[in-house]
């Protein structure tokens, strides 16, 4: 194997992530009317701007936001990687994402817009735990566990101290727990694999 054929491989199973970092990179780029263009915004939609169910999440506030997001994929997918292929994770991926915006849209009428990848990001990172556990790690069910509480924790109490801050505007928790559902339910679709199998 060449050396720039190992590359590739090795570099493959990150496709993913890197290609949600680029393109959230480029979107915060663009700026407010990029972002406007793109949000979550429930008028728009039920007009028929359809993009906005899943442009909606790949939006920021701003450059604070769309860091702290793109740190937690990578740290998600640091943990989790392994646990599915490349097309299911686009899959639960994309189911996160939907299930963010058509749970707004469903049982949070009175929201006007939203932005943000932490409700997808919820989604891939109970994905990878209920991945891990279906195959046996002990160490996802925590957690699995961890995860959950703090779901409950916002449901019962609102965002954790300081996320506001730092994400530098309100944080929708409800988009959490919509996307939360959204990844375990796509991840019970798909087997998950063994650590030694290859991408």
């Not at 160490?139 to 449901?155: P, Y």
């Not at 919509?178 to 991408?199: I, Q, V």
Request: glycine residues 12%; hydrophobic residues 55%; charged residues 10%.
């Amino acid at each position: 194997m060449s050396q720039n054929t190992a590359t590739l491989h090795t570099a493959k199973p990150h496709l993913l992530p890197a290609a949600i970092t680029l393109l959230v990179v480029l979107l915060a780029l663009g700026g407010d009317s990029v972002t406007e263009a793109l949000r979550y915004q429930a008028s728009e939609i039920k007009d028929g701007e359809f993009w906005r169910l899943l442009s909606g999440n790949l939006v920021h506030l701003g450059w604070p936001h769309t860091l702290m997001n793109l740190f937690g994929l990578g740290l998600i997918w640091g943990l989790f990687w392994n646990s599915f292929s490349q097309i299911q994770w686009l899959i639960i991926a994309l189911a996160s994402a939907l299930a963010v915006s058509l749970g707004l849209l469903a049982f949070n009428p009175q929201l006007v817009w939203y932005v943000g990848l932490s409700g997808l990001l919820h989604g891939l990172f109970v994905a990878g735990a209920v991945g891990g556990i279906r195959r046996g790690d002990r160490r996802e069910a925590i957690l699995l566990v961890a995860v959950v509480g703090k779901l409950i924790w916002e449901q019962a109490c609102g965002a954790l101290p300081g996320s506001a801050e730092m994400a530098g505007g309100p944080v929708v928790v409800d988009a959490h727990l919509y996307g939360a559902a959204g990844g375990a339910l796509a991840a019970l679709l798909f087997k998950p694999r063994m650590w030694c199998e290859a991408d």
